[in-house]
């Protein structure tokens, strides 16, 4: 059984930061794609940030150079560093795992594993 579990979520002013993390439990996280997905409700999960098994990371035109996402492999357990957030971040956030050649979209990840979500509150 795959497990993925976030932490670190919660609420934040404006300006300010958050780190997410995903621990993973059971699979080899070295060989899967990991990324972090936003849900905003009536709309499909759109990624906000993903990085590969070899460590090529995308982000989402929205998050570049406020947020930051690496691995751990050796931990198993992937972050999301947010930094300057806005109130437009407010979301549930969510991370997922797959095993694939591309992993940016969320149909790359859509047969992978996913954790349960976790809410990010930013105030204005």
């Known amino acids: 059984q795959v497990e993925l579990v976030e932490s670190g979520g919660g609420s934040v002013e404006s300006g300010g930061s958050l780190t997410l993390s995903c621990t993973a439990s059971?699979?080899?996280?070295?060989?899967?794609?990991m990324g972090w997905f936003r849900q905003d409700v009536g709309k499909e999960r759109e990624p906000v940030a993903t990085?590969?098994?070899?460590?090529?990371?995308n982000y989402a035109d929205s998050v570049k150079d406020r947020f930051t996402i690496s691995r751990d492999d050796s931990k198993k357990i992937m972050t999301l560093q947010m930094t300057s957030l806005k109130p437009e971040d407010t979301t549930t956030y969510t991370c997922?795992?797959?095993?694939?050649?591309?992993?940016?979209?969320?149909?790359?990840?859509?047969?992978?594993?996913w954790g349960q979500g976790i809410q990010v509150t930013v105030s204005s």
């Open positions: 990085i590969s098994s070899h460590g090529r990371t």
């Open positions: 059971t699979f080899q996280f070295n060989t899967y794609c």
């Open positions: 997922a795992a797959v095993r694939s050649f591309t992993c940016r979209t969320y149909a790359d990840f859509r047969s992978g594993y």
